[in-house]
């Protein structure tokens, strides 16, 4: 079994036991855009459990695909005038988060990626798995900057939250060190 078929197949589990059955969970499928910053921020505020899947990497002119990473700790934090940080260990610091109204993720694979299909969860898989479509979720964004040892790296991070408890997204990474300039992309999954 590769380790990007396991990977998707652990965000299968993640999303299936955290959403058993649509009707026995609370979901934000539908939420009136109006209503998600009076809604959801304290539903999501506290630590999260993020799994960075499967990626690609584009260096050089070829692009590559990325095997899932580690583990690691996120949080949110809901401020009382309704503003949001995202932090983690490995973003180094904490970064703005918003909403966006505007606009959808779209999960599904390019033509030209390395990647595969059961590699990651695509549109249909999530609205399997939700009972809706990626679009009918509220999204959130964050952009910065970090460190690391290969050079600076600039980041955007796209989310839909789905419930309380689990999100779903991507994040493009743009770094620029000794070894040159390169683009990233990873898919994650924020649980708890």
Known sequence: MSVFYRTVSASLVCLSVALPAKAATKTFCNLEPGSWEAKIPGQIDGFWSVKNGAGTLTMMGRTMPLPPGQLSDGAIEAK?????????????????????KKGDLNFDLQEDT???????????????????????????????????????IDFELHLIVISPSIMYGVTFGEFKGQQGKGKARRLLTFSR
């Open 114 to 152: 390395p990647l595969e299909s059961k590699d990651v969860l695509e549109n249909l898989d999530i609205e399997v798995l939700t009972g809706c479509k990626p679009s009918a979720f509220p999204r959130l964004y964050a952009e910065g900057s970090y460190q690391e040892e290969a050079g600076t």
């Open 80 to 100: 009382a005038d309704g503003s949001m940080m995202i932090s983690s260990q490995e973003m180094q610091g904490s970064f703005p988060i918003t909403f966006v």
